[in-house]
């Protein structure tokens, strides 16, 4: 699996809290198959104020030690960005971490919207984008409320030509039966571009994924399960590595 969606960089978001978690995360991740991982800690204008400059010396710190144990897990830097206008309008979207590249050369853009409701305004926020060259990726849709209460809002979203990523542990049930049923429905739309773990820590949300990958095996069937984690996915990101 090709995962773009993670919080191992230590000590810069919610996600690993030192080294010693961020690397148990790394070598739990490729015991389950995961061979590459974007690294995607928050920018967070209030909560994590993160730039691409302040992440890099982070990156290259956990590269380092990855490389110092052995642990044969590939990965480039990223980030998850919040869907607010100060961090994206102008140019501030061109100066902000990607997760790589389509094959038209577009620059993929994870973005996280808040969990209680969908901000007026997201759709032109993410035609606007669109006009700019860039492709965004909204990250877990069947975790916002308002869209739990109306799926068809997350096709909408991805009507603006935007992407939709899914969460593995969401499909899991990891998140109760409710966003499990909507990821499930979303999913059986074929409303996913691609699914990354989102892995946090060590004790919840971790890179732990084999038993949801077999869960869509059964499911989907052994070839959708691998478009949606490891084809689209490396797509986006071959020339990263
Ligand atoms: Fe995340």
């Known amino acids: 699996m090709i995962d773009l969606h993670c919080h191992l960089l230590p000590g810069v978001d919610d996600g690993a809290r030192d080294m010693e978690e961020a690397l148990a995360l790394a070598q739990l991740a490729v015991e389950q198959g995961i061979t590459h991982s974007v ?4 920018i967070h204008l209030r909560h994590y104020p993160n730039t691409l400059e302040s992440l890099t010396p982070h990156f290259h710190r956990f590269k380092k030690a990855l490389a110092q144990r052995a642990i044969p897990l590939q990965v480039a830097l990223g980030a998850e960005v919040r869907m607010a206008p100060e961090l994206l309008l102008g140019e501030a979207w061109k100066g902000l971490p990607k997760l790589g590249s389509t094959e038209q050369g577009r620059p993929v853009l994870l973005l996280e919207m808040p969990y209680s409701h969908v901000p007026a305004g997201t759709a032109q926020l993410l035609r606007w ?3 700019q060259g860039v492709q965004p990726v909204v990250a877990h849709p069947e975790r916002n409320r308002e869209i739990i209460a109306h799926p068809s809002l997350a096709l909408t979203l991805k ?5 939709l990523q899914g969460t593995l542990s969401a499909l899991g049930g990891s998140f109760g039966v409710e966003i499990k049923r909507v990821a ?3 999913l059986d739309k074929g409303a996913y571009h691609y699914l990354a773990s989102d892995a946090h820590r060590i ?4 890179t732990r994924v084999e038993h949801v990958l077999q869960m869509l095996t059964e499911g989907l069937g052994f070839e959708q399960t691998q478009v949606l984690t490891q084809d689209r996915p490396w797509a986006i990101v071959a020339s990263r590595f």
């Open 159 to 163: 009507g603006t030509g935007a992407w």
């Open 184 to 186: 499930w429905e979303l």
């Open 203 to 206: 004790d919840k949300r971790s």
């Open 129 to 131: 984008l669109s006009s």
């Open 39 to 42: 690294l995607t800690p928050h």
